[in-house]
């Protein structure tokens, strides 16, 4: 039961923080002033569960994004997590490289750490420890070039949603363990309170390639999630405002809680 729990709540987390990273593009060359959220999680109608802070930066052609989260209430009693990301990438005649991008997570009693570095010609090296605790197919080089880290990928879609008004994206992503493939589709219109005008809807699904543990079914595996985007921000980007993801024991939903930067303060009710 724990085990299920946890994965469960490691997807959320996850999803969460590439979700986040959403308000870091800024499409022109001058350099922005950092950008600050503040997501709030919980599972069901009430039960809080994770505090995200996600900090982004850029200068010129370069890019920043720091995400930390961390576990409250009874999640804290049960998961214990504490997760810090952070990558650093370039842009590159539009396109978003990442250079390299490193991850440490405390959960229930144990430390993991994630080393990813791309190379010349897409080419991918990681590193993790501990290794994995159960069987998992394993991720090939072949498997691994060519891909993206999880925070890069929703920075490409925060700029594809902006720029071309539809979420339609489909991005290879490896995060140092797993290897998948991140799906986006556009949703039907619905308002959603607090936010008026500009709202986008997006449908997630996430295919399992590699990495993920021989008992899960593989590739056959889709996780689905939805996310609402509206224009809090002056320029070409769109901020993430909620974030739903579906598990074996319930909908987690993300909600924008605070946001600074670009003249903009932004508190919301919790």
């Given amino acids: 039961m724990h085990r299920i729990c ?14 986040a990273v959403l308000c870091g593009y800024q499409a022109d060359a001058a350099a922005p002033d950092p950008i600050f959220l503040r997501f709030e999680v919980s599972i069901g109608p009430s039960l809080h569960v994770l505090s995200l802070r996600v900090t982004v930066e ?16 009874l999640a804290d009693l049960f998961v214990d997590l504490r997760s810090r990301l952070h990558v ?22 144990a430390d993991f750490y994630t080393r990813l570095d791309y190379g010349a010609g897409g080419n991918v090296t ?3 420890s501990p290794p994995p605790a159960r069987p998992v197919t394993p991720v090939t080089a072949a ?14 879609l925060a700029r594809t949603l ?30 959603l309170s607090g936010f008026s005008g500009g709202n986008q809807i997006c449908r997630m699904s996430r295919q399992r390639i590699a990495g993920f543990p021989t008992d899960q079914a593989g ?20 901020i993430p405002v909620r974030m739903d993801f579906d598990s074996e024991f319930g909908t987690f939903t993300a909600e924008l809680a605070e946001l600074r930067g670009r003249g903009v303060y932004l508190r919301l009710p919790e």
């Fill in 88 to 109: 650093r990438g370039r842009i590159d005649a539009g396109a978003l490289l990442p250079a390299a991008m490193r991850a440490e997570t405390h959960r229930r009693g």
């Fill in 219 to 238: 590739s056959r595996t889709t996780d689905q999630g939805k996310l609402w985007f509206a224009r809090l921000v002056p320029g070409d980007v769109m």
């Fill in 143 to 156: 498997q691994m070039r060519g891909t993206v880290d999880q925070l890069t990928a929703y920075l490409v």
């Fill in 162 to 191: 902006a720029r071309r008004g539809s979420c339609a994206l489909a991005l290879a992503v490896f995060d140092g363990r797993r290897r998948y493939d991140l799906n986006f589709t556009d949703a039907p219109a619905e308002s």
């Fill in 58 to 73: 850029q200068s010129g052609e370069a890019y920043s994004i720091l995400a930390e989260a961390e576990t409250r209430s």
């Fill in 6 to 19: 946890r994965s469960s709540a490691r997807r959320a987390v996850l999803l969460v923080l590439f979700a």
């Fill in 126 to 128: 990681a590193e993790i």
